[in-house]
């Protein structure tokens, strides 16, 4: 791993982690709709047929069932698979080998075998995605025992950890926010791998912990940036990973703050921000200062026209002000300093539609 | 064949290609905000279905079902309004171009999900058959589509129930950018693979709207006979890119003398100028025709830009059926 001062795209860093690990490891294949296509899954899987040829990167038929189940397969007979898919929501159809098979083969045979493969699964919000291609549900897979679960937010940390999913001996669901493709962040090049389990501290604090993955962690920062000019400090914990999740470090922050707020990107009920209230109201029960907070996805299928999501999702706005609840003071200027961006449903210029 | 039904399917098919040439058209503008797949090229499919059945008889369609929609006979206004995002929309603004329903002309539905509309397409056949409502269930889908378990599955329940259920398969080559022969082995038919299933099968040039027409007719008078569950494949092609509204043919999945060789075969062009050639039809009624659809257009679009967009506390309503 070395450093420089090399700025990329966190889609960029994707391709690479695929690029380094699958040269590392003659065993990593990669295969997906569209992988070998000319856009190539929003450039993340730019080039690797052409480098590792089309036995090692293929796309595949509208199956995605089957094919998870032969991933499986074949990773029980010594392959790594690497699989893509554009939206979360076409993976629900291969739920069964996923549960089913891949998160239990390990504990369910005794501990003889275990599945190495990894799933890239595409999420997001905004722009028109509508009911059935903005599903957040990363509940779901963190829900499961014998999965592991990584949503991280910056280039350096997606391309680290996508490494360490790849090469990790179990079954990893590895989670992008449409809207962190075009982000950019400094990334070392060439191979190198970051623990999955480890949240990392991205903003120290005294007032109030905030607790974030993803996306999220992007409005988490600018809210944060509007506190600190009110004099209000928090301490931002990134999650990376969302199972295991690493308590120790949300527990030792909240013993200092004393105030905890879990943001999530997706539905309320039932979400990882949930479970993350109810461990910290468990554990931490004698350090809180204030009732615990989260802000989620409202419970609700996400509605296609911008009529309806304006005002939809969690922005630094409502971050802000849950903060400022927290510490008793006034946030009626919040609003009026930080408006909804217009256009709302898209996370940049860059983006033109339609995914 | 009578002339006025030839006349039907061409205006059919002008009408479903206008109205995606106007969206087309507007879409640029970045006010219909949704991913939106058009049919343009396929237009022969979805008329020839439209004018077989009628509208007690049901569809299901795809992320791709405009066509199918208008085909059908569903309201312009509402479809137009819905990809706009409006109150006036079909689904209220709450679906946009990939989830129309049309109830009142049997349009029961379209699926952003692959595969996901053929098995509700079954059961609505189960349902028929059962409360002997008479009625056929059209399943729109892909080539794509077939890959898909929920494909087979429902296939072979329609066969074991010998429902009353036209399954319609689109075959334009291609899935997004993946062509067929990284996806489906080289040399088998997809209807092939039916027929051994149990399906009646039929096999048509799907840019032939009068060989479509009499594809699904007789398919149509197979179930109605009680022949049980029946198939057809149909080779097309669409023009435009898979989502969106631009030709695509430089990006490199496909090839653009390919692209030259479906559109020399447009299933419009085509039954114009056998019907001017015949003489079934001059060319001043095809202006008149063009002139009537145009108003209609013109009056969908007022409709859907002047309509208004949806309550914002509407987001919050509709989770479940009171
Ligand atoms: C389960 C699922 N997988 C993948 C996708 C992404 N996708 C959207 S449309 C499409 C193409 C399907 O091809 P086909 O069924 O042939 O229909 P066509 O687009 O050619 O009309 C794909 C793969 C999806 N929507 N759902
Ligand atoms: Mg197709």
Same mark, same amino acid.
């Given at each position: ?126 722009? &028109?995605? &509508? ?25 350096? $940390?997606? /391309? &680290? ?6 090469? $990790?001996?179990?079954?990893? *669901? ?25 949240? /990392? ?70 979400? *990882? ?6 461990? *910290? ?66 996370? &940049? ?7 | 064949?009578? +002339?006025? %039904? ?81 109150? +006036? ?36 056949? %189960?349902?028929?058959? @059962? ?18 378990? !929920?494909?087979?599955? !429902? ?10 259920? %036209?399954? %319609? ?28 299933? #149990?399906? #009646?099968?039929? =096999? ?5 709207? @009068? ?24 080779? +097309? ?40 050639? =015949? ?14 659809? =145009? ?17 914002? !506390? =509407? ?8």
């Amino acid at each position: 791993m070395q450093s420089n001062n090399r700025e990329i795209t966190f889609a960029t860093a994707i391709n690479e982690a695929i690029h380094e690990t699958m040269a590392a490891n003659d065993n990593v294949i990669c295969y997906g709709l569209g992988v070998t296509d000319p856009k190539a899954v929003f450039d993340t899987t730019k080039n690797l047929e052409q480098k590792f040829g089309s036995e090692r990167v293929f796309d595949m038929p509208t199956s995605e069932n089957a094919m998870t189940g032969i991933a499986v397969g074949a990773s029980l007979n010594g392959l790594i698979p690497l699989m893509t898919h554009q939206r979360l929501d076409f993976f629900l159809l291969a739920m069964d080998q996923l549960i089913n098979s891949a998160s239990k083969w390990h504990y369910m045979f005794g501990s003889q075998q275990s599945v190495p493969i990894t799933i890239r699964l595409i999420l997001g919000r905004g722009w &028109g995605q &509508g009911p059935t291609h903005s599903q957040n549900l990363q509940a779901w897979f963190a829900h499961m025992p014998g999965l592991k679960v990584v949503m991280p937010t910056t280039p350096e $940390d997606a /391309k &680290g950890l996508l490494t360490a999913s790849i090469l $990790d001996p179990n079954p990893v *669901v590895f989670l992008e926010h449409r809207w962190l493709h075009n982000v950019k962040g400094f990334v070392p090049e060439g191979f190198y791998s970051k623990p999955i389990g480890k949240a /990392k501290k991205v903003k120290s604090g005294i007032d109030v912990t905030i607790v974030t993955m993803s996306y999220m962690t992007i409005e988490a920062l600018h809210a944060v940036e509007y506190l600190e000019k009110m004099g209000i400090s928090c301490d931002v914990i990134d999650l990376l990973t969302i199972r295991p999740i690493d308590w120790d470090s949300i527990f030792n922050s909240v013993k200092v703050t004393g105030r905890i707020l879990a943001l999530d990107t997706g539905f309320t009920t039932g979400s *990882v921000a949930g479970e993350i209230i109810a461990r *910290v109201s468990m554990d931490c029960f004698d350090f809180l200062k204030c009732k615990p907070s989260r802000l989620a996805m409202p419970d609700m299928p996400e509605p296609t026209s911008p009529a309806l999501t304006k005002g939809f999702y969690v922005r630094a706005s409502d971050i802000v002000i849950a903060v400022i609840q927290m510490l008793g003071k006034d946030f009626s200027m919040v609003k009026n300093d930080l408006p909804e961006p217009i256009p709302h449903d898209i996370p &940049g210029d860059w983006f033109k539609g339609p995914f | 064949m009578v +002339t006025d %039904l030839n006349l039907e399917l061409l205006t059919l098919m002008m009408r479903i290609r206008m109205v995606e040439e106007e969206i087309a058209r507007e879409y640029p503008k970045g006010e219909m905000r949704c991913p939106t797949h058009l049919s343009i090229g396929q237009e022969a499919v979805p008329a020839a279905l439209g004018l077989c059945v009628s509208i007690k008889d049901m569809a299901m369609s795809t992320h791709r079902g405009h066509a199918h929609y208008i085909g059908k006979g569903g309201n312009l206004k509402s479809m137009i309004a819905e990809i706009y995002g409006k109150s +006036t929309g079909c689904s209220k603004g709450k679906g946009g171009s990939m989830h129309l329903i049309d109830n009142s002309v049997g349009f029961m539905g379209t699926s952003a999900i692959v595969g996901n509309s053929i098995p509700v397409g079954v059961g609505l056949a %189960l349902a028929s058959k @059962i409360r002997k409502t008479e009625q056929i269930s059209c399943i729109f889908f892909g080539d794509g589509a077939t890959e898909e378990g !929920s494909y087979y599955e !429902s296939v072979n329940f329609a066969v074991v129930k010998k429902l009353p259920v %036209l399954f %319609l398969c689109e075959n334009n080559l291609y899935s997004v950018y993946s062509p067929l022969n990284v996806r489906q082995p080289e040399g088998r038919k997809i209807s092939t693979v039916a027929k051994a299933m #149990g399906l #009646g099968v039929d =096999e048509v040039d799907g840019n032939n709207a @009068i060989e479509s027409f009499k594809s699904i007719e007789s398919a149509v008078q197979r179930i109605q006979n009680n022949q049980g569950p029946q198939f057809i494949e149909f080779s +097309t092609y669409r023009w435009l890119e898979h989502c969106g509204v631009n030709y695509d043919n430089d990006i490199g999945y496909r090839t653009e003398e390919e692209y030259l060789r479906w559109k020399k075969n447009d299933p419009i062009s085509k039954l114009k100028d056998k019907l001017l050639q =015949e003489k079934l039809i001059s060319e001043v009624q095809i202006k008149e025709i063009i002139a009537k659809i =145009e108003f209609e257009i013109k009056e969908a679009f007022a409709f859907a830009k002047e309509s208004s967009f949806p309550e914002n !506390s =509407e987001a919050y309503i509709g989770e479940y059926a009171i």
